[in-house]
């Protein structure tokens, strides 16, 4: 199927309270061009996350944007600093020797000194790295839906576009042997014109016609044409990725239709020209949209 390089992808994705939202955004670009904004404490997963794009993405310049929230109490964890408990333990005790007083120390008014017990996060990384996975790899495929429908609005208009360019192949081809002969028969016009013709050796007027047939054969030019153009729909039918060997196929294209042009050497075959020339611009526009 072919695909466009435009296209958007979300999801939200939630599996044992970790939650991740994901958006992908893409557009025309020669290559693979990714920027990825991820939070802090996930980082680690920047290669990871690269390397499922890349993977599924031929093609484009692709924004990522990537949102986290673990509420998971696997994920919380209570540290206890041993030494400074103790250390507010045995300060405490000096002041109640020091003082006199009674010695009423117990666990509850301990902790509640500041930095004695810590909640920390401890994430486990390859399970939040599964998570992730799923909700890149959903987002991708909510975004390549999208690319794909736009790809096959892009794929007629390219098919339309290529039975017009074989359209003015044709009208060339036809046109093409009759050149020869239209220029003998001016050359002969003009000859009487200008001498008596039956003063002229036939084989010198012979001659100059195979001369200049030689110089105006588009045969090959036509051939390779005709066949850039199939190389192209069929290409188009296979599905991406195509969007680099379509840039190539075009260059290709333009390259025989300028040679016709030059080597023509007549009125109604330059029109063609212009027009074919006109109608692989609009191809080549397109393509530039294709993964």
């Known amino acids: 199927m072919?695909?466009?390089?435009?296209?958007?992808?979300?999801?939200?994705?939630?599996?044992?309270d970790i939650t991740f939202t994901v958006e992908i955004k893409t557009v025309n670009h020669r290559y693979t061009d990714i920027f990825l904004r991820i939070p802090k404490q996930i980082s680690s997963f920047e290669d990871r996350v690269r390397s499922i794009i890349t993977s599924?993405?031929?093609?484009?310049?692709?924004?990522?944007?990537?949102?986290?929230?673990?509420?998971?109490?696997?994920?919380?964890?209570?540290?206890?600093d041993e030494k400074l408990a103790?250390?507010?333990?045995?300060?405490?005790?000096?002041?109640?020797?020091?003082?006199?007083?009674?010695?009423?120390?117990?666990?509850?008014?301990?902790?509640?000194?500041?930095?004695i017990l810590k909640v920390e996060k401890q994430d486990n990384d390859e399970y939040?790295?599964?998570?992730?996975?799923?909700?890149i790899n959903q987002a991708i495929d909510v975004l390549l839906e999208m690319r794909a429908k736009e790809?096959?609005?892009?794929?007629?208009?390219?098919?339309?576009?290529?039975s017009v360019i074989e359209e003015f192949t044709e009208k060339i081809r036809q046109?093409?042997?009759?050149?020869?002969?239209?220029?003998?028969?001016?050359?002969?016009?003009?000859?009487?014109?200008?001498?008596?013709?039956?003063?002229?050796?036939?084989?010198?007027?012979?001659?100059?016609?195979?001369?200049f047939a030689d110089k105006c054969n588009i045969d090959e030019e036509l051939v390779r044409l005709s066949s850039h153009i199939a190389q192209m729909r069929d290409m188009l039918n296979q599905g991406s990725?195509?969007?680099?060997?379509?840039?190539?196929?075009?260059q290709e294209m333009n390259r025989e239709v300028n040679t016709i042009g030059s080597k023509a050497g007549d009125l109604e075959i330059t029109k063609n020209v212009v027009e074919l020339k006109s109608e692989i611009e609009k191809l080549r526009?397109?393509?530039q949209n294709i993964e």
């Not at 599924?56 to 206890?80: F, P």
């Not at 939040?128 to 909700?135: E, H, S």
């Open 86 to 115: 103790k250390a507010y333990c045995d300060a405490l005790k000096r002041i109640a020797d020091s003082l006199g007083l009674r010695d009423d120390i117990s666990v509850s008014s301990l902790v509640r000194f500041p930095d």
């Open 175 to 211: 046109k093409a042997p009759l050149v020869v002969k239209e220029y003998k028969e001016k050359l002969e016009s003009r000859l009487s014109e200008l001498i008596d013709i039956q003063r002229v050796d036939p084989a010198r007027i012979a001659a100059e016609v195979a001369l």
């Open 56 to 80: 599924r993405i031929q093609r484009g310049k692709i924004d990522v944007y990537i949102n986290y929230d673990n509420k998971s109490s696997q994920s919380l964890q209570v540290l206890l």
């Open 151 to 162: 790809g096959e609005k892009l794929k007629d208009s390219l098919l339309a576009n290529l």
């Open 285 to 287: 526009e397109q393509i």
């Open 241 to 250: 990725p195509v969007g680099k060997k379509a840039d190539f196929l075009i």
């Open 128 to 135: 939040i790295g599964q998570v992730l996975d799923k909700a």
């Open 2 to 16: 072919l695909r466009s390089m435009t296209g958007f992808g979300h999801c939200e994705y939630t599996e044992n």
